[in-house]
């Protein structure tokens, strides 16, 4: 089974997570989405946060991905007010070959994942891919052994015929 982790990382917990899938999957490919949009350090954060809480897109990089050679899409990112990030919106807005693939989410945060499963579900449907589940890891659980582990469980299960 060929896996592609595509994740959006700012503090570097959403980077660990997808990395310490990677390195537990036979087959995979790591994809760091990074948003180009210019703020100053003072304004970031809060821009960054009304982005998410209306669920805008952004400049990104790479600005495109084709993942037809793939059989599951695992999406990754911090929660900003109770969201996933507009980088990683962007990039599963631009997504080819993506039809009727397996898709899986996760995110990073302080404690509160709030609407994030939902949001990621309707954008990951609304492109014609398979929600196959959701899972958050707390901030202070980042370097727990065993909640690596859950997670890199919860992706590997969503697959098991392709295993």
Same mark, same amino acid.
Request: hydrophobic content about 40%; overall charge negative.
């Given at each position: 089974m060929k896996i592609c982790i595509i994740y959006h990382s700012e503090t570097g917990n959403t980077r660990h997570i997808a990395q310490h899938i990677a390195s537990a999957t036979v087959d995979s490919h790591l994809v760091e989405v990074t948003d180009l949009a210019e703020h100053s350090s003072l304004t970031r954060f809060l821009m960054q946060?009304?982005? *998410?809480?209306? &669920?805008?897109? !952004? !400049?990104i990089e790479p600005s495109k991905l084709d993942v037809? &050679?793939?059989?599951?899409?695992?999406?990754?990112? +911090?929660?900003?007010a109770f969201k996933p990030t507009p980088a990683i919106h962007t990039i599963i807005n631009t997504l080819t070959g993506? &039809?009727?693939?397996?898709?899986v989410a996760f995110v990073t945060s302080g404690g509160r994942p709030g609407q994030s499963k939902e949001v990621f579900k309707k954008w990951i449907e609304s492109r014609g891919m398979r929600f196959m589940g959701f899972t958050s890891i707390d901030q202070k659980d980042i370097e727990d052994d065993a909640k690596n582990a859950g997670v890199v469980a919860f992706v590997t299960?969503? *697959? +098991?015929n392709l295993m």
């Open positions: 946060c009304k982005a *998410a809480v209306s &669920e805008d897109t !952004t !400049t037809k &050679e793939y059989d599951l899409l695992v999406f990754g990112s +911090p929660v900003w993506c &039809e009727n693939k397996r898709a299960a969503a *697959a +098991p």
